[in-house]
T-cell receptor
Framework: ETGVTQTPRHLVMGMTNKKSLKCEQH?????MYWYKQSAKKPLELMFV???????ENNSVPSRFSPECPNSSHLFLHLHTLQPEDSALYLC?????????????????FGPGTRLTVL | AQTVTQSQPEMSVQEAETVTLSCTYD???????LFWYKQPPSRQMILVIR??????QNATENRFSVNFQKAAKSFSLKISDSQLGDAAMYFC??????????FGKGTKLTVNP
């Protein structure tokens, strides 16, 4: 297993709930990412943080709110989600990320949080 | 913008046999990297192999090798001596220059005993 952990592994929430996903990396990396993985669709990059600064927001709805208090931790705050937001949410980290979310450093992924919105 | 296409949604192979997964990509970048990631069922995605576009030599990692055809923008993955543990979703990805890491839709590989 890689040094990227995510909690919870499974989450079921109603459309009016507020919940948070947590990601932690133990690799000493400076860049962290949130991806959405839906069935039969390519992984979609959502957010990129580099040295705690958000460098990419890939037109993500405001009901998803990221937070990066330090280079090791990344959160995704969820509120008033829709059923179509049900997916596997993956966190990743890499040594660095250039501006715009681009980096040719290898990204290391966490196990993901399986989110179901009822 | 980059695009990555995996034309095989599913593939199967007999244990100990060889299988090739296809990937084509398109990019306007002159310097880029290509990746194959493996995502086993209910387990996290891990890097299988990485290729720098400026290197002509195909990357290899033990039983995994790539056939990188730069002019054709093709980047296939060959798995030799397939094992049951190779069963997974395999994602091809491309990244370069100012572009983000872009993934294909994936190929589900089944290994039959």
């Amino acid at each position: 297993e890689t040094g990227v952990t995510q909690t919870p592994r499974h989450l079921v929430m109603g459309m009016t709930n507020k919940k948070s996903l947590k990601c932690e990396q133990h690799l000493g990396h400076n860049a962290m990412y949130w991806y959405k993985q839906s069935a039969k669709k390519p992984l979609e990059l959502m957010f990129v943080y580099n040295f705690k600064e958000q460098t990419e927001n890939n037109s993500v709805p405001s009901r998803f709110s990221p937070e990066c208090p330090n280079s090791s931790h990344l959160f995704l705050h969820l509120h008033t989600l829709q059923p179509e937001d049900s997916a596997l949410y993956l966190c990743a980290s890499s040594p660095t990320a250039a501006s715009g979310g681009a980096s040719t450093d290898t990204q290391y992924f966490g196990p993901g949080t399986r989110l179901t919105v009822l | 913008a980059q695009t990555v296409t995996q034309s095989q949604p599913e593939m199967s192979v007999q244990e100990a046999e060889t299988v090739t997964l296809s990937c084509t990509y398109d990019t306007s970048e002159s310097d880029y990297y290509l990746f194959w990631y493996k995502q086993p069922p209910s387990r996290q995605m891990i890097l299988v192999i990485r290729q720098e576009a400026y290197k002509q030599q195909n990357a290899t990692e033990n039983r995994f090798s790539v056939n990188f055809q730069k002019a054709a923008k093709s980047f296939s993955l060959k798995i030799s001596d397939s094992q049951l543990g190779d069963a997974a979703m395999y994602f091809c990805a491309s990244q370069g220059g100012s572009e983000k890491l872009v993934f294909g839709k994936g190929t589900k590989l089944t290994v039959n005993p």
